[in-house]
């Protein structure tokens, strides 16, 4: 059956997806997630630790779990499309590392665990490296970016790349989120008719309907902690430079950053120790080195005792249940012992996103042209990728233009006046007179806002359809930000973002891990077909 057929053809009910609506299913062979049903999959919400459990007692292999893992995609991804690419070494890479543990040698907690990366992240070897477009179809890197060479030393497996909104969502301004050329339609794994966020899309559905055991996403404005909030996972936008970008498919140096992306704070915060590292060679990120840690486990207890948290005010845009499973969240903070400051106000809040949007259509014609030039692809530079989509415009163009990227054609280099102003401005005016000078004003550890909307229906024609949104301090500032469930609308996640100043990532860990150990707010998904039930309207 072909995928679009699928939802041509299916009821609109609310009635979870049975086994035998997937292509390929045979009902009368044990695989993963048929004689269980989809949502009961073997392996369903294994953490690091489980599983590096289970590896150490001889119960699992990483070979083991990796087929696991593979065939799981297999069944279910054909209706998801998170997954863009499998990577086709994965089962060897796997049989290397149980090797390794064979003669006593564990590389650290993430040895033998699959991983999958977005698709805007350089791999050398088989796979390619597109984001999302048929433009860098040929793209084959020549060596792995710097955070896949951690994710190598770190023992990992990486099982395949996810789909995402292509060119990370910086390409039109009416696009929706989770479609690429390459991939199609990401759909989100709670309810298939609406949309995952993104523009980590991919990495979001997949590690939240359990194709793996943790993913990568990259940000540049929201796009690890909306898909995460969305998809009822954790996700965290690292200070910028706390992962180097170095290989790494650019919008903005000012501003770019990957991040973890998991099931539990306990699972993220493991993947971004792994992969902290100062790396010389990255862009210039105006932010002064700040401490990082190649663990950032110890940092998770549930003392919060004493800790003042501060609420940002003003959320415009958001569901009015939203804020009903805010007020739960300070409540549950404030029994946990913190203290929680009401109505914090961002006197520039008005001033810094127009700033930083200039400020990325000048860096992103800079920076991709250098990235392209270094790279074996069709098009050299951003003013051969416009006209390549031009004339690509039946697959590329179809649903949506590129007048993001005619925009930042038209600016000049990276001495403008105009750029350096603006660069210089947004980030004081979200930094410094940002969140550093609320903090300091109130005296905070850190600041809590909903990080979504319930996700609306995905709509190709018209675009996203947002129902608010709280990304842009940290996002803008370069500080870091976490996001966790906080409780669900109708069955779709919401989650609570915590951010604060740069390199302030153990206080978030520690808020963020002391509030999901008590809530344990996260929903497995039922992969759902739509809300739209014929017979109660």
Same mark, same amino acid.
């Given at each position: %059956?072909?995928?679009?057929?699928?939802?041509?053809?299916?009821?609109?009910? =609310?009635?979870?997806?049975?086994?035998?609506?997937?292509?390929?299913?045979?009902?009368?062979?044990?695989?993963? =997630?048929?004689?269980?049903?989809?949502? $009961?999959?073997?392996?369903?919400?294994?953490?690091?630790?489980?599983?590096?459990?289970?590896?150490?007692?001889?119960? !699992?292999?990483?070979?083991?779990?990796?087929?696991?893992? #593979?065939?799981?995609?297999?069944?279910?991804?054909?209706?998801?499309?998170?997954? #863009?690419?499998?990577?086709?070494?994965?089962?060897?890479?796997?049989?290397?590392?149980?090797?390794?543990?064979?003669?006593?040698?564990?590389?650290?907690?993430?040895?033998?665990?699959?991983?999958?990366?977005?698709?805007?992240?350089?791999?050398?070897?088989?796979?390619?490296?597109?984001?999302?477009?048929? &433009?860098?179809?040929? @793209?084959? &890197?020549?060596?792995?970016?710097?955070?896949?060479?951690?994710?190598?030393?770190?023992?990992?497996?990486?099982?395949?790349?996810?789909?995402?909104?292509?060119?990370?969502?910086?390409?039109?301004?009416?696009?929706?989120?989770?479609?690429?050329?390459?991939?199609?339609?990401?759909?989100?794994?709670?309810?298939?008719?609406?949309?995952?966020?993104?523009?980590?899309?991919?990495?979001?559905?997949?590690?939240?309907?359990?194709?793996?055991?943790?993913?990568?996403?990259?940000?540049?404005?929201?796009?690890?902690?909306?898909?995460?909030?969305?998809?009822?996972?954790?996700?965290?936008?690292?200070?910028? $430079?706390?992962?180097?970008?170095?290989?790494?498919?650019?919008?903005?140096?000012?501003?770019?950053?990957?991040?973890? %992306? &998991?099931?539990?704070?306990?699972?993220?915060?493991?993947?971004?120790?792994?992969?902290?590292?100062?790396?010389?060679?990255?862009?210039?990120?105006?932010?002064?080195?700040?401490?990082?840690?190649?663990? !950032?486990?110890?940092?998770? @207890?549930?003392?919060?005792?004493?800790?003042?948290? =501060?609420? /940002?005010?003003?959320?415009?845009?958001?569901?009015?249940?939203?804020?009903?499973?805010?007020? *739960?969240?300070? $409540?549950?903070?404030?029994?946990?012992?913190?203290? #929680?400051?009401?109505?914090?106000?961002?006197?520039?809040?008005?001033?810094?996103?127009?700033?930083?949007?200039?400020?990325?259509?000048?860096?992103?014609?800079?920076?991709?042209?250098? !990235?392209?030039?270094?790279?074996?692809?069709?098009?050299?530079?951003?003013?051969?990728?416009?006209?390549?989509?031009?004339?690509?415009?039946?697959?590329?163009?179809?649903?949506? $233009? *590129?007048?993001?990227?005619?925009?930042?054609?038209?600016?000049?280099?990276?001495?403008?006046?105009?750029?350096?102003?603006?660069?210089?401005? %947004?980030?004081?005016?979200?930094?410094?007179?940002?969140?550093?000078?609320?903090?300091?004003? !109130?005296?905070?550890?850190?600041?809590?806002?909903?990080?979504?909307?319930?996700?609306?229906?995905?709509?190709?024609? @018209?675009?996203?359809?947002?129902?608010?949104?709280?990304?842009?301090?940290?996002?803008?500032?370069?500080?870091?930000?976490?996001?966790?469930? /906080?409780?669900? #609308?109708? =069955?779709?996640?919401?989650?609570?973002?915590?951010?604060?100043?740069?390199?302030?990532?153990?206080?978030?860990?520690?808020?963020?891990?002391?509030?999901?150990?008590?809530?344990?707010?996260?929903?497995?998904?039922?992969?759902?077909?739509?809300?739209?039930?014929?017979?109660?309207?």
């Amino acid at each position: %059956m072909k995928r679009r057929t699928f939802f041509k053809t299916t009821a609109l009910g =609310g009635a979870a997806i049975s086994a035998g609506a997937f292509p390929g299913c045979n009902t009368s062979q044990s695989h993963p =997630g048929q004689s269980e049903s989809i949502a $009961g999959f073997e392996l369903n919400e294994a953490t690091v630790a489980e599983l590096q459990q289970k590896m150490s007692e001889g119960n !699992y292999t990483s070979e083991s779990i990796c087929i696991k893992y #593979i065939n799981r995609i297999k069944e279910i991804d054909p209706i998801l499309k998170s997954v #863009i690419e499998l990577n086709p070494d994965a089962i060897q890479n796997a049989v290397e590392r149980d090797e390794e543990r064979k003669k006593g040698f564990l590389r650290g907690p993430l040895h033998g665990i699959p991983v999958m990366i977005k698709d805007n992240i350089d791999t050398a070897g088989k796979m390619k490296t597109t984001a999302g477009s048929l &433009a860098l179809n040929n @793209n084959s &890197a020549k060596e792995d970016a710097f955070i896949v060479k951690k994710l190598h030393e770190a023992g990992a497996v990486l099982l395949g790349k996810t789909n995402l909104s292509e060119w990370a969502n910086f390409r039109s301004r009416s696009s929706s989120s989770g479609w690429s050329a390459r991939g199609g339609q990401t759909r989100n794994p709670y309810y298939l008719d609406r949309n995952p966020c993104g523009s980590s899309s991919g990495s979001g559905v997949a590690v939240s309907a359990n194709l793996c055991t943790v993913t990568i996403g990259t940000e540049t404005n929201g796009s690890i902690v909306c898909p995460s909030g969305i998809n009822g996972i954790v996700g965290i936008k690292p200070t910028v $430079g706390l992962w180097s970008r170095r290989g790494i498919i650019p919008i903005a140096q000012s501003q770019d950053t990957a991040g973890p %992306m &998991a099931r539990t704070v306990t699972d993220a915060a493991i993947l971004l120790g792994a992969l902290a590292d100062y790396d010389q060679e990255d862009a210039d990120t105006s932010l002064e080195r700040g401490t990082y840690y190649t663990d !950032y486990t110890p940092f998770l @207890n549930t003392d919060i005792h004493g800790m003042r948290i =501060g609420v /940002m005010s003003e959320l415009r845009g958001f569901h009015s249940s939203v804020m009903f499973l805010l007020n *739960q969240a300070k $409540g549950v903070l404030k029994e946990l012992g913190s203290e #929680i400051e009401e109505e914090v106000t961002f006197e520039h809040r008005g001033k810094w996103g127009g700033l930083s949007f200039d400020v990325l259509l000048y860096e992103f014609k800079d920076n991709l042209n250098k !990235y392209l030039a270094q790279h074996n692809t069709s098009v050299k530079n951003l003013a051969e990728l416009i006209e390549w989509n031009t004339k690509n415009a039946d697959k590329e163009l179809f649903w949506f $233009g *590129q007048e993001v990227f005619e925009w930042a054609q038209e600016k000049g280099d990276l001495t403008s006046a105009g750029y350096l102003q603006a660069r210089h401005d %947004m980030r004081l005016y979200a930094g410094n007179l940002g969140i550093d000078a609320v903090m300091d004003k !109130y005296r905070l550890d850190a600041i809590i806002a909903p990080t979504n909307g319930p996700a609306w229906t995905t709509d190709l024609v @018209n675009g996203d359809n947002s129902g608010g949104g709280s990304a842009s301090p940290a996002a803008i500032s370069g500080y870091p930000a976490i996001t966790l469930p /906080m409780g669900a #609308i109708h =069955g779709l996640p919401i989650g609570l973002s915590i951010f604060g100043k740069a390199w302030s990532e153990p206080v978030l860990l520690k808020i963020a891990y002391a509030f999901e150990q008590a809530t344990h707010h996260r929903i497995v998904p039922e992969f759902k077909t739509s809300h739209l039930n014929l017979s109660k309207i």
